[in-house]
């Protein structure tokens, strides 16, 4: 049965491809394979990568030439739906995936620093996956002044594009501290650390395009998998 959370095979293969050029796996300059050999090696129909390169296009990081080939163009560290998520593979890219464990609105705990409007928050729990690899565990807690209700039909795999969608918020700006912390207990598997052990650590902050902060999550993720990249200019 088809998930309908997921991006649709177009949009995950866009996207996919964004994160290779920002990690470098895929270099500016470099032609890529012919398109019936490239949707081979992807599993695709051809007409599903056509879709996919006609989207890298648009956003200018393609340059398709009549008679010669596909060619990558710079500018992917701020493109597309995920130009806000760090977690990559240890070789790196990977296209993220996302599994919800659970959707609750609830008071929002005294453990958690202060932001947004409402003493109520939406709670999201998610399994987050790599190109298929179990990587991290993300909570999510999102202000409750910004919807009555979500549901798991409501998040696609980018949460960031689902609030845009569904409650017209836009995430503008966001401030991640790094550490180290315990997996919480309500880990399981597939995560591939047991509860109590020790994980790579992401808090974040994120506002809207008024500055308000809208959001705050933390992420545990597994570092013998993925790392927490940030490139700067």
């Known amino acids: 049965m088809p998930d309908p959370t997921a991006l649709p ?3 995950q293969t866009a996207e996919m491809l964004i994160r ?3 990690a470098g796996r895929l270099q500016v300059g470099e032609r890529l394979p ?3 050999a490239m949707a081979a090696e992807l599993g695709l129909a051809v007409g599903t990568l056509r879709k996919a390169l006609a989207d890298l296009e ?3 990081l393609l340059e398709r030439r009549q008679g010669s080939g596909n060619y990558i163009r710079s500018g992917a560290e701020d493109a597309g739906i995920y130009a806000f998520f760090r977690l990559e593979l240890v070789g790196g890219g990977g296209l993220p995936q996302a599994d919800v464990l659970g959707v609750e609105r609830l008071v929002k705990p005294g453990d958690l620093p202060r932001f947004g409007a409402s003493r109520m928050g939406h709670r999201i729990r998610r399994l987050r996956r790599l190109s298929g690899v179990p990587a991290a565990l993300e909570e999510i807690w999102l202000d409750g002044s910004y ?3 979500v549901r798991d039909a409501d998040l696609s795999e980018s949460l960031y594009l689902s609030y845009r969608k569904r409650f017209g918020l836009w995430i503008t700006r966001a401030e991640d501290r790094v550490g180290l912390a315990p997996v919480p207990d ?3 598997n597939p995560f591939p ?3 109590g052990a020790m994980a790579g650590y992401v808090e974040r902050l994120s506002r809207d395009g008024a500055g308000q902060t809208a959001e705050y999550s933390r992420t545990w993720f597994d570092h013998e998998r993925v790392r927490y990249v940030a490139r700067l200019k």
Do not use: C, M, Q, T
Request: charged share 25%.
């Open 147 to 149: 919807a009555p209700v």
């Open 20 to 22: 290779e050029i920002a």
């Open 58 to 60: 648009a956003r200018g």
């Open 193 to 195: 650390l047991a509860a």
């Open 9 to 11: 095979k177009y949009v």
């Open 186 to 188: 309500w880990a399981g």
């Open 34 to 36: 012919p398109e019936r």
